[in-house]
């Protein structure tokens, strides 16, 4: 079974660019999250979405951030305008139930130069 | 805001010694997880702890929940350079998708 695919792996920036990141969850989950990690902290809640619905954006920046997990399709997240302090890695999580352990893919690193 | 913290920050003990990662909070979770994370990739799940006071073992390492689900540890046995990397911690509040980690402990481990 495919785990969680992230792509792309690495993607650069120049300031004011939009970025786009795409996350497929594992087969049979429903529930998708995005996490972001910036150079030497923790992982930080952004979003968790299910299909077609975003449950909780309450980690997400009220501007240039948004996310959506459509009927078919990977889910996106997308920042508008990027500036240096997006870099960072994000990463994308799923579960198959509301109340199951997460299962996250290896990151897209964002670099914005 | 709920933090997490964890202690100590950095590690860097000799292939054979134990150690314990410590992980504190004042706010009570309704699970706690354990993630290991290596470079390039993303955390992979260890444990998952529910009940206070709970005690779970996998071969060599030891997780512990607080008898009152504030806080946590990992006690790893016998330490080998395969252990090396950033260990997590992670609090859950109701339901699982809203996970709050820690600040992470990085462990080496040397021949």
């Known amino acids: 079974n495919a785990g969680v695919m992230q792509n792309p792996r690495h993607l650069v920036r120049r300031r004011g660019q939009e970025a786009r990141l795409r996350c497929s969850p594992m087969?049979?989950?429903?529930?998708v999250y995005w996490y972001r990690q910036l150079p030497e902290e923790g992982l930080k809640f952004m979003v968790y979405?299910?299909?077609?619905?975003?449950?909780?954006e309450s980690g997400m920046p009220k501007e240039r951030f948004s996310a959506e997990f459509p009927k078919e399709g990977p889910s996106i997240l997308r920042i508008q305008q990027v500036v240096r302090g997006d870099s960072a890695a994000y990463f994308c999580a799923s579960s198959p139930h509301e109340r199951s352990p997460l299962h996250f893919g290896n990151g897209t690193r964002l670099t914005v130069t | 805001t709920q933090l997490l913290e964890q202690s100590p920050q950095f590690l860097s003990i000799q292939e054979g010694e134990n150690l314990t990662v410590y992980c504190n909070s004042s706010?009570?979770?309704?699970?706690l997880q354990w993630y290991r994370q290596e470079p390039g990739e993303g955390p992979v799940l260890l444990v998952t702890?529910?009940?206070?006071?709970e005690v779970k073992k996998l071969k060599r390492l030891t997780f512990q929940f607080g008898d009152a689900r504030k806080d946590s540890s990992l006690h790893i046995t016998a330490a080998q350079p395969g252990d090396t990397g950033l260990y997590l911690c992670?609090?859950?509040?109701?339901?699982?998708?809203?996970?709050?980690f820690g600040t992470g402990t990085r462990l080496q481990v040397t021949l």
């Open positions: 979405l299910q299909k077609e619905n975003i449950i909780d």
């Open positions: 087969k049979g989950h429903s529930h």
């Open positions: 706010s009570v979770f309704s699970s």
């Open positions: 992670a609090g859950a509040t109701g339901t699982a998708s809203k996970l709050t």
């Open positions: 702890v529910v009940t206070g006071g």
